[in-house]
């Protein structure tokens, strides 16, 4: 079944200048496609022809209309008093309507319940189980602890957080809404490697069709089926994911090219072929018709577009040369902010060379400890640097100090540059043209990232340190920061949560968790099956309690009285267990291995009472 058809679709802004052109493809149902192609190439665009919320000027465009729909980039207005715990109920308002329902007939068949109204109870109980009613609190939990939403975020007003902190709520709200149609617009950016994990998990697990957008590498190798790629306002379709993706995209570039080296040879020699065929001719009017004759032909020929390769920027990290062991070192560092402690007793010591990777969930402090690192945030304890390190710093936020001035002037005063070599180190990073006179405070988040690297590898350092480098930028963007960093022989400190940039270039990792750094002195892979091994370990396997024989009545009253009563104190017993099971889970709402386990508990607690229940059932039959 196709839940989505899009056929001959074009869009433009400008006139003469389409963004989209016959654009086509379909989407089978429970398919999961990743759209591929650089910043501003229509991506989000189509996502809101899509939902509707976007026109179109010519094409056809089908969207299954029994299936629902939710686009995580567009967050619907809430009232002013809503809280998170509002937004995620929201999900829930059909059933939430028909729970009301049932309420209020309770309410009036508690004075004497009427044929009709058992009927009517029975059909809203019914379709409130089926819709999942009885599990809202669990289901809600799961999502929440899974994208890292803690219970006192929970009672915030929405309309306080954030803009990355609303869209982690709303794909909150969407996943728990059981949407047929998943539309993902870089639903990676403001989650935490935990979080993104644990999504593409649900998204490996979810029945629905998903379409995502995304710039993270390693998160569509795990998710994607398939690729469409949009460039220059038209389709390429891959059958694979990202990996297979760039290998495929390699062949097609090489045969294209093989072909268009045959044509043109070919051509190069019917050219030549007819221009001797023409000064024969002069005198013979039959090799002269021949050699029009192939002269036409040559035009008839369908030729081979050259095939392009995108623009890179041409750059590299100026260096500095460092002298000495020790690049910088740490003794009992801390910092703590009022009661709460992000990190203390930290002792690192780095050498010449080292590329290390900090990682850590969302408010665990990194960027801090980045900050006190540099010197910009005070601190407990003692940083020491070598004497011939020079930092080279690129932060998650960036800032400049006077976002009036265009590019070009922001080089000019900034880097102390003459004209020329502001232009051309503006153009190695692609600001080429008018671009250059537009106004700093008007670029986006991506062209801001790129100008501040344009300004930093003009300085000579030897020691680097990125805060989310990759934030922002498209796939071929990072892969010129790769290729930039490649080449960099100085030390390298980067915070990311950008797992292929992590895979390529930590070569030691600290964690920051529970407030404290630990260090892992090897790379991605092995640091995570590290950390698999370590909670295997924690987690011994628990002996599945046995299940109780029922016991049946002896023959007496009293021994069956005697029965009934010790199994009534078992019931209660069992029944507290339960209770606090509930309230621990209560407690763990922002660690989803901790509530998996007291869940599994929970399940196991409650099969066990359903058993007591039964024997108890029987006995009292017995008496």
């Not at 991506?446 to 300085?459: F, P, Y």
Request: hydrophobic fraction near 35%; glycine fraction near 8%; proline fraction near 3%.
């Amino acid at each position: 079944m196709i839940d989505i058809s899009v056929k001959n679709l074009t869009k433009f802004f400008v006139i003469g200048e389409n963004l989209l052109e016959d654009l086509t493809f379909e989407i089978q149902e429970g398919e999961r496609v990743a759209i591929l192609g650089r910043n501003g190439c229509g991506k989000t665009t189509l996502f809101k022809i899509l939902t509707g919320e976007m026109d179109y000027d010519s094409g056809e465009v089908f969207v299954n209309p029994n299936k629902r729909l939710g686009l995580i980039s567009q967050i619907p207005r809430f009232p002013q008093d809503y809280t998170v715990e509002d937004v995620l109920r929201s999900a829930f308002a059909p059933l939430l309507k028909i729970r009301s329902r049932m309420e209020a007939l309770e309410e009036r068949m508690a004075g004497g319940a009427t044929q009709e109204m058992l009927r009517e109870y029975d059909s809203l109980t019914n379709r409130f189980q089926a819709g999942g009613g009885y599990d809202m609190d669990v289901e809600t939990e799961k999502i929440c602890n899974g994208l890292g939403i803690a219970r006192e975020q929970r009672q915030q007003l929405f309309d306080s957080l954030s803009g990355g902190e609303r869209t982690r709520m709303n794909l909150a709200r969407l996943l728990l809404e059981k949407t047929d149609i998943l539309l993902l617009d870089e639903p990676t950016n403001h989650l935490d490697l935990r979080s993104v994990e644990w999504l593409e998990g649900y998204i490996r697990g979810f029945k629905g069709t998903v379409l995502a957008i995304s710039h993270d590498r390693y998160f569509l190798d795990q998710v994607a089926q398939r690729v469409i790629e949009i460039t220059d306002g038209h389709c390429e379709h891959y059958s694979g994911n990202y990996s297979f993706y760039i290998e495929e995209k390699q062949n097609r570039f090489n045969l294209q090219m093989k072909q268009y080296q045959q044509e043109q040879a070919k051509l190069k020699q019917l050219g030549y072929t007819v221009e001797r065929m023409k000064g024969w001719g002069i005198n013979n009017r039959t090799l002269y018709r021949r050699a029009m004759s192939i002269q036409h032909r040559m035009e008839r020929i369908e030729k081979t577009k050259r095939p392009t390769t995108e623009k890179t920027m041409k750059a590299t990290f100026g260096e500095k040369e460092f002298s000495g062991d020790v690049v910088f070192q740490m003794k009992n560092v801390e910092k703590i902010f009022g009661e709460r402690t992000l990190f203390s007793g930290v002792d690192l010591k780095v050498e010449g060379g080292e590329r290390i990777a900090l990682l850590g969930d969302n408010g665990t402090g990194k960027s801090t400890f980045i900050r006190c690192l540099l010197g910009e945030e005070p601190c407990g304890g003692k940083i020491q640097f070598g004497p011939t390190v020079k930092v080279g710093y690129l932060p998650q936020i960036i800032r400049f100090s006077h976002p009036e001035r265009t590019l070009y002037d922001t080089m000019l005063y900034e880097k102390n540059c003459t004209p020329q070599t502001a232009r051309d180190r503006l153009g190695a990073f692609l600001f080429q043209g008018e671009d250059v006179f537009k106004k700093v405070g008007d670029l986006s988040g991506g062209e801001q990232s790129r100008l501040r690297l344009c300004m930093l590898m003009d300085e000579k350092i030897n020691l680097l340190i990125l805060d989310e480098p990759t934030n922002h930028l498209d796939i071929a963007s990072r892969e010129w920061v790769e290729a930039a960093i490649e080449e960099f022989e100085g030390v390298l400190l980067f915070v990311s949560h950008d797992r292929y940039f992590i895979e390529k270039f930590a070569e030691r990792i600290w964690l920051l968790e529970g407030e404290h750094i630990r260090d892992f002195k090897c790379g991605y892979s092995k640091y995570r099956s590290i950390l698999e091994h370590e909670a295997m370990a924690a987690q011994p396997a628990a002996a599945a309690p046995a299940k109780p024989k029922k016991e049946k009545p002896k023959g007496g009253t009293k021994e069956t009285e005697k029965l009934v009563r010790r199994l009534e104190r078992e019931i209660e017993k069992q029944e507290a267990v339960i209770g606090e099971l509930n309230t621990a889970m209560e407690a763990a709402a922002a660690d989803y291995q901790e509530l998996t386990r007291l869940l599994s508990q929970k399940e196991e607690a409650e099969n066990l009472l359903n058993d007591l229940m039964e024997q108890w059932g029987a006995a009292q039959e017995g008496l």
